[in-house]
């Protein structure tokens, strides 16, 4: 019986080490791990220091902004929350791009 149940405790070290060492080598090792991690720094200390210009079609910057923010983006969008709390939507059509920033 002592036997047993010494053997089920190192079976148990010895999976979480593995579980640990699988983690570890997860997130900072593969791409997505490391994503991960961003974007989980991104969230908890409400964003990450970024330069974000936004170009028209011809190639000039029509936008540019220099801080810390969390960024988001879906489908032919740009969202952000700059380091005043602020949001910021930057929408991208075929000839447009409208951008509508969140005032006070």
Same mark, same amino acid.
């Given at each position: +019986?002592?036997?047993?149940?010494?053997?089920?405790? /190192? @079976?148990?070290? /010895?999976? *979480? +080490?593995? *579980?640990?060492?699988?983690? $570890?080598?997860? *997130?900072s090792?593969?791409?997505?791990? @490391?994503?991960? /991690?961003?974007?989980?720094?991104?969230?908890?200390?409400?964003?990450?220091?970024?330069?974000?210009?936004? $170009?028209?079609?011809?190639?000039?910057?029509?936008m540019?902004?220099?801080?810390?923010?969390?960024?988001?983006?879906?489908?032919?969008?740009?969202?952000y929350?700059?380091?005043?709390?602020?949001k910021?939507? @930057? $929408?991208?059509g075929?000839?447009?791009?409208?951008?509508?920033?969140? *005032?006070?």
């Open positions: +019986m002592k036997k047993t149940v010494i053997t089920i405790g /190192v @079976i148990v070290v /010895v999976g *979480l +080490m593995s *579980l640990g060492w699988c983690s $570890y080598w997860f *997130l090792h593969t791409a997505t791990g @490391i994503r991960t /991690v961003k974007n989980f720094q991104s969230e908890t200390n409400n964003g990450i220091e970024r330069d974000i210009t936004v $170009y028209n079609a011809d190639g000039k910057a029509i540019h902004f220099k801080g810390k923010f969390d960024v988001s983006h879906q489908n032919r969008s740009l969202q929350v700059d380091q005043h709390n602020r910021h939507n @930057i $929408y991208f075929d000839n447009t791009t409208v951008i509508v920033n969140e *005032l006070k």
